[in-house]
């Protein structure tokens, strides 16, 4: 009886164990509900109409992004983190639908893209709207606000290179 007792309570540890170690990902709502990305515009700037996410904050283009293609992760992404999606991206009043696109980055993770540009956002902006990335040199290349159209806008460029700027660039 003892030892019928001890191998059941072995096996509902080992139960447990693996309930742990795959199970959260498995039953949490957060990891099985996917996570759909807003993109949208904002109108009260100073460099005009741009474009935000779903939460008002404003999206980056990297100028060294190439062909849809993400140049920006490690460091890069944690200063500049891309706008992850799970499924197709939705398209706010005022952005074109036709322009979202996705794009596959090196660690498996789906970016919105729009106009062909891997979209970004820029940890000191903390406020709906605000643009202190705008212009910003650093990780090799220029961050730049995109309008409505996906086009980069370059008035108002910073005139330093950013407090991120040295080490990385």
Sequence with gaps: MKHSLALLVLAAGVLTLALLAGGPALSSPSAVSAKTAKVAVFKSTALGTILVDGQGRTLYLFEKDGRGRSSCAGACATYWPPLLTHGRPAAGRGVKGSLLGLTRRADGTTQVTYAGH????????????????????????????????????????????GPYAYPYS
């Design 118 to 161: 891997p979209l970004y956002r820029f940890v000191q902006d903390r406020k709906p709207g605000q643009t202190t990335g705008q212009g910003s040199r650093t990780f090799g290349a220029n961050w730049y606000v995109l309008s409505s159209a996906g086009k980069k806008i370059e008035k108002a460029d910073r005139v330093d290179e």
